[in-house]
């Protein structure tokens, strides 16, 4: 499965972004964002099930918000009211119907205070 991610940069603290990953196949079992804050591990923001359950990490609860298009190829990450704390990495990731993981290349989203 490729992925091609895009739509991180620099916001302001408060401001919002959308990140969109693209996947060249639609039989995916998981779609979703992790991020890799500086000198932390890599760490799930959210995701969403093929059956379309959502799970967020508590830290961007009610701040972001994971979505997929109609043919379940591209998921969103909507993230609102950005804090520095939320500078960091971000990487698209995706799993199959045989639950094989698949990372896209990371986009960099940088919170000025």
């Known amino acids: 499965v490729q992925l091609q991610a895009s739509g991180g940069g620099l916001v302001q603290a408060g401001g919002s972004l959308r990140l969109s990953c693209e996947a060249s196949q639609s039989s995916l079992a998981i779609m979703g964002w992790y991020r890799q804050l500086p000198g932390g591990p890599r760490e799930m923001v959210a995701v969403v099930s093929h059956g379309g359950d959502t799970s967020y990490a508590d830290s961007v609860k009610s701040r972001f918000t994971i979505s997929r298009d109609s043919a379940k190829t591209t998921v969103y990450l909507q993230m609102n009211r950005l804090r520095p704390e939320d500078t960091g990495v971000y990487y698209c990731?995706?799993?199959?119907?045989?639950?094989?993981?698949?990372w896209g290349r990371g986009t960099q989203v940088t919170v000025s205070s």
């Open positions: 990731s995706v799993s199959d119907l045989a639950f094989r993981n698949y």
